[in-house]
């Protein structure tokens, strides 16, 4: 059995996600895959991902991925990553695509770039490319060894808003407080990418590694 898949639906940086998790897990076996009985199999799932919502949801139908991803996302171990994120709410406004539905909520566009200033004033980019402070919300393994204010790298031009905070796992500033991490029982995801954030970002792929949720109440 495959210890952790990553989902290849055509996009995503899948080489350095794949790379960062054999480096934490060297005796891991760790595939590449956009077969969903592999997908089904697998021990840890990864959804990682770049480019554009639409394109993502469509993918993932053309190569039947859809129900191995809910499936997993119900029953195993599932590290989200940027649009690995986003895909798991219900809709986005980027081509007002409908997402999976697992966790209620909407994924937004930042404002328009003259909008958006920071408190010196300073015209904001968007997208949002660079080095950002992670603030954790709440106590969760792969969070374990991070301090709480560390240093994660984003490229996005969307964000999750969610419906309630019980999923919040962290956020972030640009120029306003938005989630950029979620949890909930064997579901965690990010909008930053881990394989691409050095130490800290090591660290969490190696905790999610090592994660054992507990089932216990999780509602059949």
């Known amino acids: ?17 794949s790379k960062a998790l054999e480096h934490v897990a060297p005796n891991a076996s760790v ?8 997908v089904r199999q697998a021990a840890r799932v990864v959804f990682p991902g770049q480019g554009a919502m639409p394109n993502c949801m469509h993918e993932m139908d053309a190569r039947g991925l ?13 590290l989200g990553i940027c649009l690995g994120l986003q895909m798991l709410f219900e809709t986005s406004e980027e081509g007002n695509v409908q997402g999976l539905g697992i ?16 408190a010196n004033g300073q015209k904001l980019k968007v997208p949002h490319m660079g080095w950002n402070q992670v603030h954790q919300a709440i106590e969760h393994p792969l969070w374990q060894g991070i301090t709480t ?4 790298y984003f490229v996005h031009s969307y964000y999750v808003e969610t419906a309630n905070p019980e999923p919040v796992a962290a956020y972030s500033f640009y120029p306003f407080q938005f989630t950029c991490a979620v949890a909930k029982d064997n579901i965690f995801a990010v909008q930053f990418h881990p ?9 969490l792929l190696g905790n999610f590694v090592r994660w054992e949720p507990n089932f ?5």
Do not use: C, W
Request: net charge neutral.
């Open 66 to 78: 859809r129900d191995a991803v809910l499936d997993a996302a119900a029953s195993k171990p599932f």
């Open 1 to 17: 059995m495959t210890d952790i898949a990553i989902i290849d639906y055509g996009m995503g940086n899948l080489r350095s996600v």
């Open 195 to 203: 394989e691409k954030s050095h130490a800290a970002g090591l660290t």
């Open 103 to 118: 966790l209620p909520g909407k994924v937004r566009h930042f404002p328009p770039a003259v909008a958006m200033q920071d």
């Open 216 to 220: 216990t109440n999780k509602a059949s």
């Open 149 to 152: 204010d560390a240093r994660f």
């Open 31 to 38: 595939v590449v895959t956009s077969d969903p009985v592999v």
